[in-house]
C-alpha cells in the first residue's frame, strides 16, 4: 500500500464550484499533512498545512482531516481558471524523526473551464 | 532573495556519462532536499541533509551520490547516466519549522539519450 494516495483524477470542474480533492494514508502516527500545488512546468508550493482533526480554511480553501479514517481533503470553493493545476498531498515519512522528509501523493489534475 | 538556485534547468546527457546537478539557498536552511518527479508521478526523495557534512538516503538514492560541504550548497552527482535516470529533479530546503514547509528550486530537467 503506498503511504499516501490520491484520488487520481484528472479532475474538471466549472469556474464557480467546488473542486474536491482528496487523500489517504498508511501511517497511523502521522500528525501533519500538507497540500501544495504545482503549475505545469513549475515547482510545486505549499498552500495548506494541518495538524488537528476537523477543518482549517484559509480563504477558498479549506483543508479537512479525520485521521480515525486517516483521510485529508482539499476544498477549493468559487473555483477559478487560476486553480488548475495539479494538487500533491504530502505527510511525513513513515517511521522515526521525519527531519522534514516528505511522501507525496501522485497528484491530481485539476482543470477549472470558464 | 533568491531562495533555492538549481543549475542548470537543462540538459541532455548520453547513457553512461556523469554529471552534478547544483544547489543553492540563501536563506540559511538547515534541512536540504533532492526529489525527482518522472511524469504523472509525485515527488521522490533521493537524499537529504540535515546540516553541513551529513547527508542520508531517501527513498531511491541508487545511482546518485551527495555531498554538503557547506549549508549553502548540495549538489546531486548523477553517476553512469541511465535512461531511468530521465526526470525532472527538485532541490529543496526547510528551516526546521514547520517541517512541512518546503521551499523548491526552479526544477532540472534531465534527459537521457
Known amino acids: 500500500q503506498k503511504e499516501v494516495e490520491q484520488n487520481s483524477g484528472p479532475l474538471s470542474v466549472p469556474e464557480g464550484a467546488i473542486a474536491s480533492l482528496n487523500c489517504t494514508y498508511s501511517?497511523?502516527?502521522?500528525?501533519?499533512f500538507f497540500w501544495y500545488r504545482q503549475y505545469s512546468g513549475k515547482s510545486p508550493e505549499l498552500i495548506m498545512s494541518i495538524y488537528s482533526n476537523g477543518d482549517k480554511e484559509d480563504g477558498r480553501f479549506t483543508a479537512q482531516l479525520n485521521k480515525a479514517s486517516q483521510y485529508v481533503s482539499l476544498l477549493i470553493r468559487d473555483s477559478q481558471p487560476s486553480d488548475s493545476a495539479t494538487y500533491l498531498c504530502?505527510?511525513?515519512?513513515?517511521?522515526?524523526?521525519?527531519?522534514?522528509?516528505?511522501?507525496f501523493g501522485q497528484g491530481t489534475i485539476l482543470t477549472v473551464h470558464p | 532573495n533568491a531562495g533555492v538556485t538549481q543549475t542548470p534547468k537543462f540538459r541532455i546527457l548520453k547513457i553512461g556519462q556523469s554529471m552534478t546537478l547544483q544547489c543553492t539557498q540563501d536563506?540559511?536552511?538547515?534541512?536540504m532536499y533532492w526529489y525527482r518527479q518522472d511524469p504523472g508521478m509525485g515527488l521522490k526523495l533521493i537524499y537529504y541533509s540535515v546540516g553541513a557534512g551529513i547527508t542520508d538516503k531517501g527513498e531511491v538514492p541508487n545511482g546518485y551520490n551527495v555531498s554538503r560541504s557547506t549549508t549553502e550548497d548540495f549538489p546531486l552527482r548523477l553517476e553512469l547516466a541511465a535512461p531511468s535516470q530521465t526526470s525532472v529533479y527538485f532541490c529543496a530546503s526547510n528551516m526546521g519549522l514547520p517541517l512541512g514547509e518546503l521551499f523548491f528550486g526552479e526544477g532540472s530537467r534531465l534527459t537521457v539519450l
Open positions: 504530502a505527510a511525513p515519512g513513515a517511521g522515526g524523526t521525519s527531519y522534514g522528509k516528505l511522501t
Open positions: 536563506m540559511n536552511h538547515n534541512y
Open positions: 501511517d497511523r502516527g502521522s500528525q501533519s
